[in-house]
C-alpha cells in the first residue's frame, strides 16, 4: 500500500501530463467498448429476429430437413394436436406455433403470380412473435376468420390488391391434384426485405390445409423461456420424440451465419486497428512521462533508490493512470450506451432491406471486465517496460539528460 500510494502522489505532481496520458487511455478504452457493444448488439439482434422467425426449435420429420418434397406436406407431421400437447408439457416451452409452408399461384383474376405461403395459427402467432410484420394496410389475420390472407406490400402492388380484394390460391394437394379457393385480403404487409415482399402470402392454418387437403403441417415452431434453454430443450425432445428430428433456431439461420461470418471480419479487423492504435498511443504517453522525468530518476539513483523499487513505483503509476483512464472509459461508453436507449438514432438500410434499425450499443459485463483489465496491464507493462532502460542508466548520464 505505501508504494502504491506514492504511485498516486507522483501522478499528482505532474497534472496536466497525467491528465493527457488518462484521456488516452480513456478514449482507448471507450473505442474498443463501444466498437465490441455495437458488434455485440448486432449478433444479438439477428440471433433473436432469427429465432422469433422460426422459433427456438423445430421439430419436424428428419426426411422435411433432408429431403425435397414430390407433393406438398410429403413429410409432414401428423397427429399435432397430441405432439403440440406434449412438448407444451415442458417446463421450458412457452408456446408451439404450427406451420405449413406451401408455393403455389395468386390471382386476381387477370393476372396470376408466384406465392410463397405459409399457413399459421394467427392467434397465437401474433401473440408470441409481436409486431414481427410492419401492417401497411388493412390488419392482421385472426384464427375465428377463414379463407382471408395477408399479402406482402409488393406483391399487393403487383396484383393491384387492398384490404377487401378478392383473389384465388391455386396449388397442388397432397395427392398431386390442383385445387383453387378464393379469398380475400385482410392485409398488406412489408417484412423490410423487397425480395420476401414479392411473393409472400401469410393465411390462417385451416384456410391452407383446406387448400391442400390435408390435416398435416410443415413443422412445429417451440418458442422457449430464453435462449439459454435452447440445447437443453433439444435433448430432452429429441429424447422424448426419437422418431422426429429436433433442429435449433441456428440450424436454420442461414442468413444469420452468412452475416456473422461477413460481420466477424469487418468487426475483427475493426477491432485489430484499434487495438493497434490504443497500444501505441497508451505506450507512447507512457513513455514521455518516463523519459521526461530521467533526470528525477536519476537523482532517486543517486539517493540509493535500487533499480527494482523504481520499476515498481513506475509501474504502479502505470497502473493508476491505466485504471484510471480505463475507468473513465468505461463509464463514458457506458453513458453513450443509455443515451442511445433514451434518444433513438435510425441505422439507414443495410445492402437487401428497405427498412432501417435502432442503433444501440450492448452493455457486456465480462466485456467491460476484460477490458478494464486489459487496460490496466497494458499501462503497467508499457511503464514498466520502458522505465527498464531508463532505470539501469548510468547516474551520470540520467543526470546530465536534457
Do not use: C
Not at 19 to 30: D, E, K, P, Q
Not at 139 to 156: F, K
Not at 185 to 200: A, C, Q
Not at 367 to 396: D, E, F, G, N, Q
Amino acid at each position: 500500500m505505501k508504494w502504491l500510494r506514492f504511485a498516486w502522489l507522483n501522478t499528482l505532481r505532474n497534472r496536466r501530463r497525467s491528465l493527457v496520458t488518462v484521456a488516452i487511455a480513456a478514449l482507448g478504452t471507450a473505442a474498443i467498448l463501444l466498437a465490441g457493444g455495437f458488434a455485440l448488439f448486432t449478433y444479438q439482434g439477428l440471433a433473436q429476429s432469427a429465432a422469433r422467425s422460426t422459433g427456438h426449435l423445430i421439430v419436424g420429420m428428419p426426411s422435411q430437413f433432408s429431403r425435397d418434397e414430390d407433393v406438398p406436406l410429403q413429410h409432414g407431421l401428423d397427429n399435432v394436436a397430441n405432439l403440440r400437447a406434449r412438448l407444451l408439457a415442458d417446463p421450458a416451452v412457452r408456446q408451439v406455433l404450427p406451420r405449413v409452408e406451401f408455393s403455389g399461384l395468386i390471382s386476381n383474376g387477370e393476372k396470376s403470380t408466384v406465392m410463397m405461403a405459409a399457413g399459421i395459427d394467427p392467434d397465437s402467432e401474433f401473440a408470441v412473435k409481436g409486431p414481427f410484420l410492419k401492417v401497411t394496410a388493412g390488419d392482421v389475420l385472426a384464427s375465428r376468420s377463414q379463407g382471408e390472407v395477408m399479402l406482402g406490400e409488393a406483391l399487393a402492388r403487383s396484383l393491384k390488391a387492398q384490404p377487401g380484394t378478392s383473389l384465388t390460391l391455386l396449388a397442388s394437394t397432397t395427392e398431386g391434384a390442383l385445387n383453387a379457393m378464393d379469398v380475400t385480403v385482410k392485409g398488406v404487409f412489408s417484412t423490410g426485405i423487397p425480395e420476401i415482399d414479392k411473393r409472400l402470402v401469410y393465411t390462417d392454418l385451416a384456410t391452407a390445409q383446406k387448400l391442400l387437403v390435408t390435416q398435416r403441417v410443415s413443422t412445429l415452431g417451440v418458442f422457449l423461456r430464453g435462449m439459454d434453454d435452447v440445447a437443453p430443450a433439444q435433448a430432452r425432445i429429441a429424447a422424448a420424440h426419437p422418431g422426429l428430428a429436433v433442429q435449433t433456431w441456428l440450424d436454420q439461420a442461414t442468413f444469420y451465419k452468412s452475416v456473422k461470418a461477413l460481420y466477424n471480419r469487418i468487426f475483427g479487423a475493426l477491432g485489430l486497428i484499434i487495438g493497434v492504435i490504443v497500444v501505441f498511443v497508451v505506450t507512447n504517453a507512457m513513455a514521455m512521462a518516463i523519459i521526461e522525468r530521467t533526470r528525477e530518476i536519476g537523482t532517486l539513483r543517486a539517493m540509493g533508490t535500487l533499480p527494482g523499487q523504481l520499476l515498481r513505483s513506475l509501474a504502479l503509476e502505470g497502473m493508476v493512470l491505466g485504471g484510471t483512464g480505463a475507468a473513465v472509459g468505461a463509464l463514458l461508453s457506458l453513458g453513450v450506451s443509455v443515451l442511445l436507449l433514451i434518444v433513438p438514432v435510425e441505422m439507414p438500410p443495410p445492402p437487401g432491406r428497405s427498412t432501417g434499425y435502432p442503433l444501440q450499443i450492448a452493455i457486456d459485463a465480462p466485456m467491460y471486465a476484460a477490458t478494464l483489465v486489459a487496460m490496466v496491464l497494458l499501462a503497467m507493462l508499457a511503464s514498466a517496460w520502458i522505465a527498464r532502460k531508463t532505470v539501469h542508466r548510468p547516474i551520470v548520464e540520467a543526470l546530465a539528460h536534457v
